[in-house]
């Protein structure tokens, strides 16, 4: 089945600067990688998400990229604010293979904290 | 639109006795998925259902462990004999299709604390 490993588990920057999290996975055929966002006490919301036939993917403060080849994918955030302060779970998933355990492989979270 | 609700929020039980968890997925998703978060780590996958059909179930953690999905909408997740490492918050999913590529839109999930 699918691996999936994240990195850092623990992100401390400054108020404005940029984070990175970064996400290997081990299953080649997987083709959906989806980041999560989970405030302390809440559930996990979809923030964005990359597609394999897409190398990077951008939405405002926020981007992914991806590559296959390396089998690794990140989550970058720029102009880092308070707000986004929470746990980031990076994931990946296989084509729907119709019998196997296909649900969303996780990574085990960042806890990214913005330092004011 | 009513997102994904699940029921009790918060559980205490005592080591030995049978829980009940439930989910509304969100009108209209066929699939839905079962995951178990224990403190400070990540989502393990428990079971998915595509309509009222669960393809695969050795994501589960043991056979004290059984899900089911009636008329492809609510689910309930039972535990039998509850330990105390079944503590943690189980969360539910739901996506409008199965497979890579749809949003899985969470509940709040329930937190079971067994003792």
């Known amino acids: 089945g699918e691996n999936v490993e994240q990195h850092p588990s623990t992100l401390s920057v400054q108020e404005g600067d940029s984070a990175v999290i970064k996400c290997t996975y081990s299953?080649?055929?997987?083709?959906?990688f989806p980041w999560y966002k989970q405030e302390l006490g809440k559930r996990p919301q979809l923030i964005i998400d990359?597609?394999?036939?897409?190398g990077e993917k951008k939405d405002q403060r926020i981007a992914v990229t991806l590559n296959k080849t390396a089998k690794h994918f990140s989550l970058h955030i720029t102009e880092t604010q308070p707000e986004d302060s929470a746990v980031y779970f990076c994931?990946?998933?296989?084509?729907?293979?119709?019998?196997?355990?296909?649900?969303?492989?996780f990574g085990k979270g960042t806890h990214l904290i913005i330092q004011p | 639109g009513a997102g994904v609700s699940q029921s009790p929020s918060n559980k205490v039980t005592e080591k030995g006795k049978d829980v009940e968890l439930r989910c509304d997925p969100i009108s209209g998703h066929t699939a839905l998925y079962w995951y178990r978060q224990s403190l400070g780590q990540g989502l393990e996958f428990l079971i998915y259902f595509q309509g009222n059909s669960a393809p695969d179930k050795s994501g589960l953690p043991s056979d004290r462990f059984s899900a089911e999905r009636t008329g492809g909408s609510v689910s309930t997740l039972t535990i039998q004999r509850t330990q105390q490492e079944d503590s943690a918050v189980y969360l539910c999913?739901?996506?409008?299709?199965?497979?890579?590529?749809?949003?899985?839109?969470f509940g709040p999930g329930t937190r079971l604390t067994v003792t």
């Open positions: 999913a739901s996506s409008l299709e199965y497979g890579g590529g749809y949003e899985q839109y």
């Open positions: 994931a990946a998933t296989p084509p729907y293979s119709g019998g196997g355990a296909d649900g969303l492989t």
């Open positions: 990359i597609r394999s036939n897409v």
């Open positions: 299953d080649s055929a997987s083709n959906y």
